[in-house]
Nanobody
């Protein structure tokens, strides 16, 4: 099970750090992704990190502002969000890639088979 937390209300230009903690099993062998869904919009890829933590990938809209990391000893993945914009407002989900020890990062939601419940981020202008 994945539990996302850390969302909230922040002014534009501010920062938030989301956490995604796993329980019940380890996700150390899995690449982990972050997705978001704004009201009335499709769920979209935000960021992902490989199982080893050596590689990351970001959507163009967040590159340079967001950073994902992981601590496998704590079974937790993080998303540091800086310079937030109103268009970042969405429910953010963490998810585990269905593959073990994958070298390539997937950016499509169907590649992920374990999902957290989501945490809401609201950025005011």
């Amino acid at each position: 099970q994945l539990q996302a937390s850390g969302g909230g209300l922040v002014q534009a230009g501010g920062s938030l750090r989301l956490s995604c903690a796993a329980s019940g099993r380890t996700f150390s062998p899995n690449n982990m992704g972050w997705f978001r869904q704004a009201p009335g919009k499709e769920r979209e890829f935000v960021a992902a990190i490989t199982w080893s933590g050596r590689s990351t990938d970001y959507a163009a809209s967040v590159k340079g502002r967001f950073t994902t990391s992981r601590d496998n000893a704590k079974n937790t993945v993080y998303l540091q969000m800086n310079s937030l914009k109103p268009e970042d407002t969405a429910v953010y989900y963490c998810a585990a890639d269905r593959r073990n020890f994958a070298s390539a990062i997937a950016t499509i939601a169907t590649q992920y088979n374990y999902w957290g419940q989501g945490t809401k981020v609201t950025v005011s202008s």
